[in-house]
């Protein structure tokens, strides 16, 4: 069952798509990954449609046999911040390693996403593979250490985003007070993989903190999260398994006295959306008919729209997920999906028709986290 007022969409922007050969389609820009009118286009088109937010995955390390989109991408917070003119009320969200980077650096970078987009930014922290660690000076360390240290990084960047009260800066004229400095709080952290004093030098957020997600499935993953994010990106290969692993993350949420409304578990589908199943089907083929390899599985969201928008509500009331994030490996996915499945869920009044927030927590029902120091 699921109990929050409706279904969020967001839509995953990335480039040409998850694949070999999108990229060669007549309707797709080859260049999509560093295409930036591609990926305003795109996230207007989202936004037109009132998804909650959009979404980048990342890649930091790449060889010759990746698929084209990882051999050429933006980095996600730039990119981000450029839609962030573009665009005012949709979430912006990126992806980043926390093997990869440093707390400081991220929660900076997000931040300020947060602010010059009025609260609107949110961020995936991901432990990524180890492989990566080479291109960060990071070659000593590997898979083991990931967990670890990927936990003192979320506790490190909680506690910069809450260095300063939300009243701390009066920044007033007349007395010349700009900062009160009883309400700044250094986090002082010292850990095994990072030691930070702060304090930041960004004022608190509008949203409390930006959202905060986790993308994993391990029971070191669900633990992690439970504790520390305000939501999840699930594989979501099958209904049962995302089932699974949804229920299991409510259990926790649960027994660490958190409200499961008050959280986000998230898949992304590849969605190929047809007026009939055979037009959908045929779209599908389109894709496989361009290239040697066969890395376009067949979607588990593929069909006519009432078909699509049966087996979403299906998941969404089942309680597998709070967030359907539309994938596209045709280079009409996401504006299929938008002009045939959108309306059919606003009938069934799964999905609204307007934002009810300037701030993404508002449109994502989350409530804006209580100021708290590590
Ligand atoms: C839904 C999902 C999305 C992920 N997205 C990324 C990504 O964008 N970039 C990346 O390097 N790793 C990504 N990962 C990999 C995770 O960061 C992590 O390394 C992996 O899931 C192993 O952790 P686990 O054993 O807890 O699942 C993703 C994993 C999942 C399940």
New binding site residues.
């Given amino acids: 069952m699921n109990n929050r007022k409706t279904l969020k969409l967001a839509a995953v922007i990335d480039g040409p798509g998850w694949n070999f050969s999108s990229w060669r389609h007549p309707a797709m820009p080859a260049d999509a990954g560093e295409n930036i009118d591609f990926f305003i286009q795109q996230a207007q088109l989202a936004e037109q449609a009132k998804f909650e937010t959009l979404f ?5 390390h790449v060889g010759p046999g990746n698929i084209p989109y990882y051999l050429s991408m933006f980095e996600g917070g730039t990119l981000m911040s450029a839609l962030a003119m573009k665009t005012e009320r949709i979430g912006l969200s990126l ?1 980043a ?1 926390t093997s990869y980077t440093d707390p400081y650096n991220l929660a900076r970078q997000v931040l300020s996403l947060d602010k010059l987009s009025k609260g609107r930014a949110s961020l ?1 922290a ?4 180890p492989g ?1 660690m080479v291109n960060f000076s990071r070659g000593h360390l590997g898979k083991a250490d ?2 670890p240290m990927h936990q003192e990084f979320l506790e490190i960047l909680l506690g910069l985003w809450d260095t300063y009260e939300d009243d701390a800066f009066p920044r007033d004229k007349q007395s010349g007070v700009f900062l009160n400095p009883r309400k700044m709080h250094p986090v002082n952290y010292r850990g095994k993989y990072f030691s930070v004093d702060g304090p930041l030098n960004l004022s608190r957020s509008v949203q409390g903190r930006p959202v905060l997600y ?5 029971p ?2 669900v633990d992690l999260a439970t504790s520390y994010t305000d939501g999840v ?4 290969s099958t209904f049962e398994e995302t089932l699974l692993l949804a229920n299991a993350l409510t259990a926790k949420l649960v027994e660490k006295g958190r409200r499961p409304e008050g959280f986000v578990r ?3 589908q590849n969605s190929i959306v047809g007026r009939t199943d055979a037009e959908a089907y045929q779209k599908y083929q389109e894709i496989r008919a361009l290239g040697p390899y066969s890395h376009t599985p067949v979607p588990l969201f593929m069909g006519s729209a009432e078909r699509v928008a049966t087996e979403i509500q299906r998941w969404y009331e089942a309680g597998a997920i709070d967030l359907f994030m539309v994938r596209q490996d045709h280079p009409h996915g996401l504006q299929d999906f938008i002009e045939l499945v959108v309306p059919i869920l606003q009938q069934r009044g799964l999905f609204h028709t307007e934002y009810e927030a300037e701030i993404l927590r508002g449109n994502l029902e989350l409530p804006k986290p209580a100021f708290r120091t590590v």
């Fill in positions: 980048l995955y990342d890649v930091s992806t390693s995936n991901i432990t990524s593979n990566g990931q967990y986790m993308a994993g499935s391990s070191t993953f990106f699930m594989a979501g998230a898949v992304s």
